[in-house]
Antibody
Framework: EVQLVESGGGLVQPGGSLRLSCAASGFTFRSYDMHWVRQATGKGLEWVAGIGTAGDTFSPDSVKGRFTISRENAKNSLYLQMNSLRAGDTAVYYC??????????????????WGQGTMVTVSS | SSELTQDPTVSVTLGQTVRITCQGDSLRSYYASWYQQKPGQAPELVIYGKNNRPSGIPDRFSGSSSGNTASLTITGTQAEDEADYYCNSWDSSGNHRVFGTGTKVTVL
């Protein structure tokens, strides 16, 4: 069964750090891009970071310099190191598998497998 | 702020057709993908690429695109289709992924 299981969430004080993990199983982990997506309570989805099969990383300005995505293919694991956390980072964090391709020269991408999420609360 | 805009709420009568739209300049260059999210659950991919459904997604879900607008259509809407729906694509730079603002679909 293809599965993603996140862990590492919890309560952290503003300015603190937390490391999330995502354990993958049921597919060839090293062959896929991987991503982190978060959702604050009652709010929409927000893409947080992505990492390609070659280890190239991408993240929006809202977390750049504070969050670092990494992967360890030998352990089928994805990580998100979060530093300088703020109240606004409070959310459920999902890891997701990325797939992509081209149709008539136009690129497409999607997150086809999602974990169940792990809650991160930043509060004093 | 999101570069992909969706109507916040849409209502549809049971058995009827509903179309959910997603607007953004980047959609002129990139296809959108669509996600269904029910309360307390992780999002689920329902449409990707030109109009592709993952295994297990009913064929009443379909996707289309024209200009700067991507659309998700549910034909013969069922009660279990009541959920939040999000589009996703790349931003105008092509480097970052971005989600739409989300649409809550209510089945009457």
């Amino acid at each position: 069964e293809v599965q993603l299981v996140e862990s590492g969430g919890g309560l952290v004080q503003p300015g603190g750090s937390l490391r999330l993990s995502c354990a993958a199983s049921g597919f060839t982990f090293r062959s896929y891009d991987m991503h982190w997506v978060r959702q604050a309570t009652g709010k929409g989805l927000e893409w947080v970071a992505g990492i390609g099969t070659a280890g190239d990383t991408f993240s929006p300005d809202s977390v750049k310099g504070r969050f670092t995505i990494s992967r360890e293919n030998a352990k089928n694991s994805l990580y998100l190191q979060m530093n300088s956390l703020r109240a606004g980072d409070t959310a459920v964090y999902y890891c997701a598998r990325g797939v992509h391709g081209y149709i008539w020269g136009s690129p497409w991408g999607a997150f086809d497998i999602w974990g169940q999420g792990t809650m991160v609360t930043v509060s004093s | 702020s999101s570069e992909l805009t969706q109507d916040p709420t849409v209502s549809v009568t049971l058995g009827q057709t509903v179309r959910i739209t997603c607007q953004g300049d980047s959609l002129r260059s990139y296809y959108a993908s669509w996600y269904q999210q029910k309360p307390g659950q992780a999002p689920e991919l329902v449409i990707y690429g030109k109009n592709n459904r993952p295994s297990g997604i009913p064929d009443r879900f379909s996707g289309s695109s024209s200009g700067n607008t991507a659309s998700l259509t549910i034909t013969g809407t069922q009660a279990e289709d009541e959920a939040d729906y999000y589009c996703n694509s790349w931003d105008s730079s092509g480097n970052h992924r971005v989600f739409g603002t989300g649409t809550k679909v209510t089945v009457l």
